[in-house]
Each structure stands twice: as structure tokens, then as C-alpha cells.
């Protein structure tokens, strides 16, 4: 889905994360702690053809795009990566400000899901991929289920992506474990060698 743009490492290693993880892992709420306390960290905002959700902001959280605006970015190759999430919306990671935080020395994350991570796999080899881990499976469906924004058939369409995404573990350079969200947040940063 994406171009065949290679990007090669830049001199003393990468400065590029990229953490994938199964739905309601947690990795919204340990990229915004960490946005919160590691503000050094430059975070991309994905592009996206879902609705804006009450309250968040375009440009903030993501831009809200119309498919057309969506299917410029993709003719023009201005994503690095792009895929339909859950069958519905597609989701993309803007190239041009990857580049451009990138090169002033930021260490740059993108929160993308499992097949955006391979997509960046074929275009960044060297980019550092982590891989967000619940505790157990048992507790990724407690977590779905608590955070109430599914119904349930939506809910069982989520966890069966979720089982082939906790196969894919083994891909990834690094697992984190999603047990305490602080922790979780130390142990990215950790990797992130800050
Ligand atoms: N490939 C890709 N996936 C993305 C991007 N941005 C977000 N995602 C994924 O899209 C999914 C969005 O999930 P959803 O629960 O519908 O909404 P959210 O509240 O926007 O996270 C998550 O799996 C994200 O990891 C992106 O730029 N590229
Ligand atoms: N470490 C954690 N311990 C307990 N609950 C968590 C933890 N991390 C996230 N959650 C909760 O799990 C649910 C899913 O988290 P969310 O960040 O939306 O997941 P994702 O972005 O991976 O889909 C939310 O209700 C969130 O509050």
C-alpha cells in the first residue's frame, strides 16, 4: 500500500519508533502519558477518513480527512505508511513531518497498527519496532470491554484481529508489556535510549 520510497539510517542509528499493539492494549493512554511527560518526544498525527469523535480536535489528534483528500495523499506519496483499520476507516502516517522532525534530531513515534508496521518495515528497516503486550488475553478483553466504546459485535470483530495481531509479536525488535501504564511508558523510553 505504500510506495517504494526507502529511507536509509541516519548517522548514529535511528531515530524512529514505531509501537503496534493489539486493540485496547493501551496504547492510546501510554502515548498520551507519555506525550505528557516526555514532551522531547515528537509523536506523529495520523491522517484518517473516520469521523472526528466529540471533543477531539482536527490536527491535534488526528486530521480528518474525506476519502478524496485521503486517496491525494496517497497518488501524491505523501504517506509513509496507510491501511484500512478494522475494516472501516483508513489510517496513514504523513511522511513529510516524520522527515522534518527527524531531521532536527527528535526522536520521532508512530502509533500505528500491525500492518502500517510492516509497510515501514519495507521502507525504514532500521526503524525500531515495538510491539505493546497485554499482561494476559483475559485482561485485553477486560480492558475492551471496559472501555465501553464498542458494541459487542464490534467487540468480537476487534479481539479475532487480535489474536492474528498477538501472533505477530514475534516481528517486532522489542515487547513491552501493558501491566502498570507508568512502567510501560519507562520502559518505551527506556528503548528510546532518553
Ligand atoms: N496503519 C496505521 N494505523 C493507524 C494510524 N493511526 C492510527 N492507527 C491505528 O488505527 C486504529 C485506530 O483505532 P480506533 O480504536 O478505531 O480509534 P482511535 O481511537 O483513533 O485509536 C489503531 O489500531 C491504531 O493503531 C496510522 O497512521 N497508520
Ligand atoms: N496499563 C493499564 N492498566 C489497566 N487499564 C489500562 C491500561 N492501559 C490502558 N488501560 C485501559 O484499557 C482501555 C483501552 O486502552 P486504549 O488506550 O484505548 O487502547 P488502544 O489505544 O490500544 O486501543 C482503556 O479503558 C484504558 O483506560
Known sequence: MTSGTRHPSPPGGTHLTVLSG?????????????RADYPQIWVSIS???RPARPGEVNGEHYLFLTEAEF???IETDALLEWASV????????????????ISEGREALL????????????SWPDARFVFLAPPSWEELVRRLV????????????RLETAREEMAAASEFDHVI?????????????GLLGL
Not at 508489556?177 to 523510553?189: I, M, P
Request: hydrophobic fraction near 30%; charge should be negative; aromatic fraction near 2%.
Open 146 to 157: 471496559g472501555r465501553g466504546t464498542e458494541s459487542a459485535e464490534e467487540r468480537a470483530r
Open 86 to 101: 478494522h475494516g472501516s476507516a483508513r489510517y496513514g502516517t504523513p511522511r513529510g513531518p516524520v522527515l522534518q522532525a
Open 22 to 34: 493489539p486493540t485496547a492494549v493501551g496504547k492510546g493512554t501510554v502515548v498520551e502519558r507519555l
Open 111 to 122: 502509533e500505528i497498527d500491525l500492518q502500517g508496521a510492516r509497510q515501514v518495515r519495507q
Open 47 to 49: 491522517a484518517t477518513t
Open 177 to 189: 508489556v501493558n501491566g502498570e501504564v507508568g512502567q510501560a511508558v519507562e520502559d518505551l523510553v
Open 71 to 73: 486517496d491525494q495523499l
